[in-house]
């Protein structure tokens, strides 16, 4: 494969490892081996932005620079994608309101308080998304909602706030909810309607910070769908147990369709759905919920 840009020095092998492992004691994202040339393009931006004249300069740096904390985000912002879209996977979706929804209803009705969690929630388009489907279900109008919405990249939590968005993040969005949710916008783009945004907030997380993850509320369902691919094993194990201890006992998680817990010694009850597989924390000895 050719480089990109003969001028500019190579990310050698060590130091491919050295930023690899640096960023995944981080955050947990591991980039492999056969990624090296994607890391070498994706960072090199961030050395030409701190005038750096190689990699390892700019390890050094994510090591002691008064700024590394600030960098190591704009690295892994630069090595994470975050393409996502409203109403996506709907299967699951289905299942999630037509299934969970009278479970949640039954359950919460005493309360009349429910919680979600997008964890993993990019730019905002699945909180949003679990907003309007609780508003469609007309179940919990009289409710005390929240959706929260989380994320390692800042860049992308000020687009979920600012909830404005173009035709790609709308492809999947059904006309009937595009004019009862969204406000048009010049330019071919909308608005979330401010009723959806009164239920929906976000925070900044990064999945294996146990500490921050403490001020997360006790949630009845978490929805951490295509994030984990980005993990491997054992930082995999240890964003469950987190997402475990922020779920309400008998609290539900839903991952993405090509992510499972085979292996992981994950302490969550498979559920089969009519039309889905989801997981369920275990419930207090008694049946209590809470």
Sequence with gaps: MARFDESRPEMTVEQFRLLRDHVYSHCGILVHDDMKFVMERRLWPRLEALHLADFGAYHRFLRYDVQRHAELEAAVESLTTHETYFFREPVQ???????????????????????????????????????????????????????????????????????????????????????????????NRVRVRDDVRAWVSFGHQNL??????????????????????????SARRRVLRIIRDRLNPGGYLLLGHSENLLNLGADFELVHLRGDLVYRKPELPGGEGR
């Design 93 to 187: 979706l289905r299942a999630f309101t037509d299934e969970l929804f009278p479970l949640l209803e039954k359950r919460n009705g005493r309360l009349k308080r429910l919680r979600l969690w997008s964890a993993g929630c990019s730019s905002g388009e699945e909180a949003y998304t679990l907003a309007m489907l609780l508003k469609e279900s007309r179940r919990f109008d009289e409710w005390d909602v929240e959706v929260y919405g989380t994320d390692i990249s800042r860049r992308v939590l000020a687009t979920a706030r600012r909830a404005e968005y173009g035709p790609s993040a709308l492809r999947a969005t059904a006309p009937e909810l595009l004019e009862r949710y969204f406000v048009p916008l010049p330019g």
């Design 208 to 233: 294996l910070d146990e500490a921050s993850s403490q001020l997360v509320a006790r949630m009845d369902v978490v929805f951490c769908r295509n994030v984990m691919i980005y993990f491997d094993q």
